[in-house]
């Protein structure tokens, strides 16, 4: 009870993002989205997503780093350097060559953040290009839905370490000094555009021979990640190519894009779509008139499914029943409320014949199956006889994605068929024992065909996890860059404090008196050599040693009445007192008692100056 209270809470926080500045998280994957928003809740207190909601409502200056913590900008020049030489040496040639010479080059890089990759493809095409040829014809798309690394994208400034990972006669060539900063060359940047752009509201950018989306769409849950799939191939030309991150294969998306190089993430788009395809696509990248067509097509075909004189199901791949025409719904009972169950929890599963075998034969063979003469017991003992039909519902050479079932009524025949049986006795009972046989081998091709589906669960588990440790490696990483920030600052802190310690040390040593400090708790804090000399006492002997415990000349309770004055709050308090030296002297010793302030300027103990002086007259 408590985890629906919190998925609920969180799911409204959601909706107010939404609502208050327009970033639609909805599509995001719950526990990435929830691990990034806790550790922002963590940095100001607090342990709930309710009490942040208020907390963002009264200081509305959080969102800024609200969305910096959610969008992690984990990005580097020619990052997966491996992936970028075969992008360079082997696709983008591919893309050249099939262009026209004065045509345009239209790239798209999506999820750019703060611009490194953008400038990166722009080095690749400019030496594949050379200047003058990439100044007239490539046009780069930068898009983010983070206003604060667009920012940064579009003065394209870098630190020294952020360019490390450039070559370095690119370097000479693409980037200019000032200062400690390194900045891309500003008559290339014209070819650049950035903007602010959503892949799951925003419309694709169109015709494009290039499209770099790296490590952004894992993000993503599958239902938006396929919307987002959609919208690319929309956006590619038949020649263009797709770059992804190293945790992103589409190996459930092949109907849109096929490998160029899985290794590298490097796709094509899948040039033949059929109609159906092509407005689905279109109204997911906000094509009304696309939707309005769709809408009227599926309508037809309801119209025509349902009209059929022969009772019809469906039943999607994941066993549900998604279809049934007027016929079926009639003859089987069935109602508008058993659209969408499983179909191993109707009655139609079982009767009048067991259909979920048949149906996993089809997705195992890919062809149709016939069931002849199943009988179906009507009222008053009356049966009927059927002709069941199962059909494979696929796409022109892609997977089987449901199965059609159609139950023909045969009752007419029956007869003809039992005198045949009959007849044929002897021929019936060896074909009895082939179908034994048939049963056995499909009772075995059940099992495989469930062993090859735990495989198939098992690689999606596996494709989800390596997305997750990806996801949990740039959140390491951008820990990992705060943590050497911190590091840093404490190192120039301790370097501080070194030298004036060190600073202190030589003035204590300097000095031609003996300096002795003490706390509030008359406890020795510092011993120069001067003391040492004077009463021969070393500073490792007496540091952290009460000052009144000493063993040695200087009759010690007679300073005690100066050093708490001192400590009460008078300044500059003197007195001279008979001592013996470490030489066993006799001599008269002055001692300057003034306090020790710290920076709030409170007393924190005594600072005593002693020295020896000429025996009064």
């Not at 969305?67 to 893309?95: E, G, Q, S």
């Not at 001599?587 to 306090?595: A, L, M, Q, V």
């Amino acid at each position: 009870m408590k985890t629906n209270d919190e998925d609920r809470s969180f799911e409204t926080l959601l909706d107010y993002l939404r609502r208050a500045r327009g970033f639609d998280f909805t599509g995001y994957k719950r526990s990435s989205l929830k691990r990034r928003v806790n550790k922002r809740m963590h940095t100001v207190n607090i342990n709930n997503f309710t009490d942040y909601l208020d907390y963002l409502e009264v200081y509305p200056e959080e969102f800024i780093p609200l969305f910096n913590t959610i969008l992690i900008n984990v990005t580097a020049f020619f990052r997966d350097k491996i992936a970028w030489d075969y992008l360079r040496h082997h696709t983008i040639p591919r893309v050249l060559d099939r262009k026209l010479l004065k045509e345009p080059i239209r790239v798209w890089s999506a999820g750019c953040a703060s611009g490194q990759e953008t400038y990166t493809v722009a080095m690749i095409l400019a030496e594949a290009l050379g200047l003058e040829k990439f100044r007239q014809r490539v046009k780069i798309y930068a898009t983010d839905v983070d206003e604060e690394a667009l920012f940064q994208a579009r003065h394209a400034s870098y630190s020294s370490e952020e360019i490390d990972s450039v070559p370095e006669e690119l370097q000479l060539r693409y980037f200019e000094k000032f200062g400690d900063r390194y900045i891309f060359r500003s008559d290339l940047r014209r070819s650049v555009i950035f903007g602010r752009h959503d892949l799951v509201q925003d419309a694709p950018i169109s015709r494009l021979d290039l499209l770099i989306c790296r490590n952004t769409i894992m993000y993503f849950n599958a239902e938006t990640q396929a919307r987002i799939l959609a919208r690319f191939h929309f956006a590619l030309n038949d020649i263009g190519a797709l770059f992804l991150g190293k945790a992103e294969m589409l190996l459930t998306h092949a109907n849109l894009f096929s490998p160029l190089n899985l290794q590298y993430r490097i796709f094509s788009r899948v040039p033949k779509v059929n109609l159906r395809d092509r407005l689905l696509m279109l109204a997911g990248s906000g094509d009304q008139e696309a939707s309005k067509y769709l809408v009227n097509n599926i309508n037809l075909q309801e119209i025509a499914f349902n009209t059929a004189p022969e009772a019809q199901i469906v039943v999607d791949f994941n066993g549900n029943l998604v279809m049934a025409n007027l016929a079926a719904c009639s003859m089987f009972g069935l109602s508008s409320l058993d659209l969408g169950r499983l179909l191993q929890d109707l009655e139609i599963s079982y009767r009048p014949l067991e259909l979920r075998s048949r149906i996993e034969q089809v997705y195992k063979e890919g062809c149709s199956v016939i069931v002849e003469n199943v009988s179906y017991s009507l009222s008053a003992g009356n049966f009927k006889y059927l002709k069941v039909i199962f059909l494979p519902l696929q796409e022109s050479g892609s997977d089987v994605l449901g199965v059609s079932i159609v139950f023909s009524d045969v009752t007419r025949y029956y007869q003809l068929q039992s005198e045949l049986q009959r007849a044929n006795q002897e021929l019936e009972t060896a074909n009895e024992e082939l179908q034994s046989s048939n049963e056995e081998l499909e009772t075995t091709n059940e099992e495989l065909q469930s062993t090859n589906e735990e495989l198939e669960t098992t690689n999606e588990e596996m494709q989800s996890t390596n997305e997750e440790l990806e996801t949990m490696n740039e959140e390491l990483q951008s820990t990992n860059e705060e943590l050497q920030t911190i590091n840093d600052e404490l190192r120039l802190r301790t370097d501080e404090l070194n030298q004036t310690n060190a600073f202190l040390n030589s003035i204590l040593a300097s000095l031609q008196a003996g300096v002795v400090v003490i706390d509030r708790n008359y406890n020795i804090l510092s011993w120069n050599n001067q003391a040492y000399n004077l009463w021969g006492l070393r500073s490792e002997e007496v540091v952290q040693q009460s000052f009144f415990n000493l063993n040695m000349g200087l009759p010690v309770d007679q300073v005690r009445e100066t050093i708490n004055r001192s400590l009460s709050g008078e300044d500059h308090l003197e007195v001279i007192i008979s001592a013996t030296n470490r030489l066993g002297q006799a001599i008269e010793c002055r001692i300057t008692c003034d306090p020790l302030i710290d920076h709030n300027k409170t007393r924190q103990g005594a600072i005593l100056m002693m020295e020896a002086v000429e025996p009064r007259a």
